[in-house]
């Protein structure tokens, strides 16, 4: 079983800046998608950031220019490095791991999702 696990969240003054990690478990042999959502209270959640194993990246228009999405595949981990940080960032974020099947290694590299627990991200004004 996969496990996906955030870190890095925490409390900040608007214009500060806050690096989320979010590291998966298992083969970093296998293709993958990872992204970003956050939910704020009262809120549905939303998408923040994509990267894939491929290094693909993308941003939903909030956060353009502000937060950079990187990644250590052999460490299976991702980062979201937030600059600028506005109250509106105010939510909880989650990561999402999504395993593809990987022909070359099928029999470890099954298809498959999995989120995290979430990390807290608060922005005062």
């Known amino acids: 079983q996969v496990q996906v696990v955030e870190s890095g969240g925490g409390s900040v003054q608007a214009g500060g800046s806050l690096r989320l990690s979010c590291a998966a478990s298992?083969?970093?042999?296998?293709?993958?998608?990872m992204s970003w959502y956050r939910q704020a209270p009262g809120k549905e959640r939303e998408f923040v950031s994509f990267?894939?194993?491929?290094?693909?990246?993308r941003y939903a228009d909030s956060v353009e220019g502000r937060f950079t999405i990187s990644q250590d595949k052999a460490k299976l981990t991702v980062y979201l490095q937030m600059n600028s940080l506005i109250p509106e960032d105010t939510a909880m974020y989650y990561c999402?791991?999504?395993?593809?099947?990987?022909?070359?290694?099928?029999?470890?590299?099954?298809?498959?999702?999995?989120w995290g627990q979430g990390t807290l991200v608060t922005v005062s004004s």
């Open positions: 990267i894939d194993s491929g290094g693909i990246t």
């Open positions: 999402k791991y999504q395993r593809r099947f990987t022909p070359r290694y099928w029999r470890t590299c099954t298809s498959l999702d999995a």
């Open positions: 298992g083969s970093n042999q296998c293709g993958y998608d």
